[in-house]
């Protein structure tokens, strides 16, 4: 069975600062990692996702994660938050290309952007 | 990338009625989701479609709630009777099979009171 660990349930940050909102998993096979995004009352948005190749992932709006095999984690990033990144973060694993839709999430991170 | 619909996007029942959601998928994404998610916690799996067969309801509360995707396209998920702990956001979500990622609609939240 396959779990995920979101390390920081709030995260509050001012506006223009790095931020980096951690995830760990645990899983006996090889996975697929995923971030999104979920704002008041919205379904889900894909952030980005490793599935495999470079362990350095890039996705939409500046977010980047870094997929570290050795030490389970897939942690987010952007070097500069606006106000419009406020929203919830989740971490999700899926155990690799036969189920690469079928996640297990984390708990969700709460980023406030403050002025 | 279209959007998965769903609706509707906000329900209220009573408890012990029938409610019922309903998803549309991207047009050709054979694999179709349900997940839960209780405010405050990250979505949970409910059923798996592949097409119209059932691939995992394992996670599915099987003696109140059912789902259906009769033509392998839109799917039907429906609570009978509602309780109170049902009260939760509803999401659908769909990938072209199942080695690709999925895509999620804008969820239904149900209030049940």
Redesign the interface.
């Known amino acids: 069975a396959q779990s995920v660990t979101q390390l920081d349930s709030q995260v509050p940050v001012f506006e223009e600062a790095p931020v980096e909102l951690r995830c760990n998993y645990s899983s006996s096979v090889s996975v697929y990692l995923f971030w999104y995004v979920q704002y008041p009352n919205q379904g889900l948005q894909l952030l980005l996702k490793y599935l495999s190749g470079s362990t350095l992932v890039k996705g939409i709006n500046g977010f980047e994660a870094e997929f570290n095999k050795s030490q389970t984690s897939f942690h987010l990033r952007k070097p500069s938050v606006h106000i419009s990144d406020t929203a919830e973060y989740f971490c999700a694993v899926s155990e690799g290309e036969a189920n690469a839709g079928k996640s297990t999430f984390g708990d969700g991170t709460t980023l406030t952007v403050k002025p | 990338e279209a959007e998965?619909a769903?609706s509707p996007?906000y329900k209220i029942t009573e408890k012990s009625q029938a409610v019922a959601f309903w998803c549309d998928p991207i047009s050709g994404h054979a694999?179709l989701?349900w997940y839960r998610q209780i405010l405050?916690?990250?979505?949970?799996?409910l059923v798996?479609f592949q097409d119209e067969s059932v691939v995992?309801d394992s996670q599915l509360p099987k003696d109140r709630f059912s789902a259906e995707r009769l033509k392998g396209v839109d799917s039907t998920l429906k609570i009978q009777p509602a309780e109170l702990g049902d009260s939760a956001?509803y999401?659908c979500?769909a990938?072209r099979g199942?080695?690709?990622?999925?895509?999620?609609?804008?969820?239904t939240?149900l209030t049940v009171v």
């Open positions: 998965v769903q996007r694999t989701y405050g916690q990250g979505p949970e799996l798996q995992d956001m999401l979500a990938a199942r080695d690709t990622e999925a895509f999620f609609g804008q969820g939240r």
